[in-house]
């Protein structure tokens, strides 16, 4: 399904954003505090985009499920895709959870 390639390449952006923004966090922690936090936040708020998407993602495929087969080289696909997500977002919040 095309919805579903678009909202995984949203989230994929949404993870580069979430990292980008923590490690710049780092970067400034001790120099510029105030800023440090800021980017901190601005990580945590590409996290909650993730999820947003992320459930949309769930929705649409529930709803597909209800009427339709789901074809194996989709679900290979999806749960590919979903692990490595998962995986990288994990990665993010270690690094926002040590930031604190």
């Known amino acids: 399904m ?3 390639k678009k909202i995984s ?5 949404e993870l580069e954003d979430a990292e980008r923004y923590i490690k710049c ?3 400034v922690r001790d120099e510029y505090p105030q800023l440090a936090d800021t980017y901190y936040k ?3 708020a590409e996290m909650g985009h993730v999820t947003m ?3 949309n993602v769930k929705n649409i ?3 597909y499920k209800k009427n339709n087969d789901v074809p194996e080289a989709m679900q290979v696909l999806y749960e590919y895709l979903h692990e490595r997500q998962i995986k990288w977002a994990s990665k ?3 690094k926002q959870e040590a930031f604190k």
């Open 2 to 4: 095309e919805i579903i």
């Open 9 to 13: 390449q949203k989230i994929d952006s």
């Open 25 to 27: 966090a780092y970067k």
């Open 42 to 44: 601005l990580s945590l």
């Open 53 to 55: 998407l992320h459930d």
């Open 61 to 63: 495929i529930n709803e």
């Open 92 to 94: 993010i919040s270690a």
